[in-house]
Nanobody, 125 residues
Framework: QVQLVESGGGLVQAGGSLRLSCAAS????????MGWFRQAPGKEREFVAA????????YYADSVKGRFTISRDNAKNTVYLQMNSLKPEDTAVYYC??????????????????WGQGTQVTVSS
């Protein structure tokens, strides 16, 4: 399994931007599809975005489409989530996840093998 460490969270005003990073250990990062999920207080963890191994396909939740961008740098073993036009409802702990093989969808938590510890994003109104 790959080890994942997220960073880049923080407090931002509504309308602002943040870029989250997820650094992966190991030499096989390029063989994993990567995803971002988030969990707000009192709510279930939900899908945010995913990117395939070669970055040829991107997936987004409707709630973030047009505002968030997922990308990866396989040379740096890192996946990013650029978040623009942030809203208070984006407040959550954000988790990155790695999928070693395709299970039919990247939208579900059980499609992923490894998870990071999460980074808090708080958007004030």
């Amino acid at each position: 399994q790959v080890q994942l460490v997220e960073s880049g969270g923080g407090l931002v005003q509504a309308g602002g931007s943040l870029r989250l990073s997820c650094a992966a250990s190991g030499r096989t990062f390029s063989s994993y599809a990567m995803g971002w999920f988030r969990q707000a207080p009192g709510k279930e963890r939900e899908f945010v975005a995913a990117i395939t191994m070669s970055a040829n396909r991107l997936y987004y939740a409707d709630s973030v489409k047009g505002r968030f961008t997922i990308s990866r740098d396989n040379a740096k073993n890192t996946v990013y989530l650029q978040m623009n036009s942030l809203k208070p409802e984006d407040t959550a702990v954000y988790y990155c996840a790695a999928s070693s093989y395709y299970r039919g969808s990247y939208y579900y938590q059980n499609s992923y093998d490894s998870w990071g510890q999460g980074t808090q994003v708080t958007v004030s109104s």
